[in-house]
Antibody
Framework: QVQLVQSGAEVKKPGASVKVSCKAS????????MHWVRQAPGQGLEWMGI????????SYAQKFQGRVTMTRDTSTSTVYMELSSLRSEDTAVYYC??????????WGQGTLVTVSS | QSVLTQPPSVSAAPGQKVTISCSGS????????VSWYQQLPGTAPKLLIY???KRPSGIPDRFSGSKSGTSATLGITGLQTGDEADYYC???????????FGGGTKLTVL
């Protein structure tokens, strides 16, 4: 069965960077794009971007352009999302989600990133 | 402010039916497939409906989806207390070249 296992919770200071990982199993890693979606406390879902694990190409939401970098390691079937210049508003649960062309079919368990001085 | 518009909350009694609307534009719902996600308290979202009206395996037929023009609707029949959750619609926006979601609808089963 498809599994997406994310790295553990992080606490960062304003201005720092965070890198969240998402290890995939149960399917051919390079055959499906991966989204990153975040959810601030008590708020809705916010799309951050998408990566093609096959070639590594990415597309980011304009809101995060210049601050987010998505990468992948095909040898470990893992995708990464790095967000820099963190501010308190970036406190959220970050999810990876497998793309099946028209929907996000499988989700990781989420990674809480807390930004606090 | 979300690109897609959903009512903040809906409620109904156990056993009843409820619908949740999702309104967008020609650049998103009007020309792309809509999906729906259920988020139970404290858990990750789960895919309920894809391609406007298809259910992944394991999703009961109490859940249905439809789309007309620039709006989509999620229907839930035979409501159960376990259906209490937040529900989100999502799609691709061709003008923004971004994924977009509705603001979410909290379902209360009275």
């Amino acid at each position: 069965q498809v599994q997406l296992v994310q790295s553990g919770a992080e606490v960062k200071k304003p201005g720092a960077s965070v890198k969240v990982s998402c290890k995939a199993s149960g399917y051919t890693f390079t055959s499906y794009y991966m989204h990153w979606v975040r959810q601030a406390p008590g708020q809705g879902l916010e799309w951050m971007g998408i990566i093609n694990p096959s070639g590594g190409s990415t597309s980011y939401a304009q809101k995060f352009q210049g601050r987010v970098t998505m990468t992948r390691d095909t040898s470990t079937s893992t995708v990464y999302m790095e967000l820099s210049s963190l501010r308190s508003e970036d406190t959220a649960v970050y999810y990876c989600a497998r793309d099946t062309d028209t929907a996000m079919s499988d989700w990781g368990q989420g990674t809480l990133v807390t930004v606090s001085s | 402010q979300s690109v897609l518009t959903q009512p903040p909350s809906v409620s109904a009694a156990p056993g009843q039916k409820v619908t949740i609307s999702c309104s967008g534009s020609s650049s998103n719902i009007g020309n792309n497939y809509v999906s729906w996600y259920q988020q139970l308290p404290g858990t990750a979202p789960k895919l309920l409906i894809y391609d406007n009206n298809k259910r992944p395996s394991g999703i009961p037929d109490r859940f249905s989806g439809s789309k007309s023009g620039t709006s989509a609707t999620l229907g839930i029949t035979g409501l159960q207390t376990g259906d209490e959750a937040d529900y989100y619609c999502g799609t691709w926006d061709s003008s923004l070249s971004e994924g977009v979601f509705g603001g979410g609808t909290k379902l209360t089963v009275l």
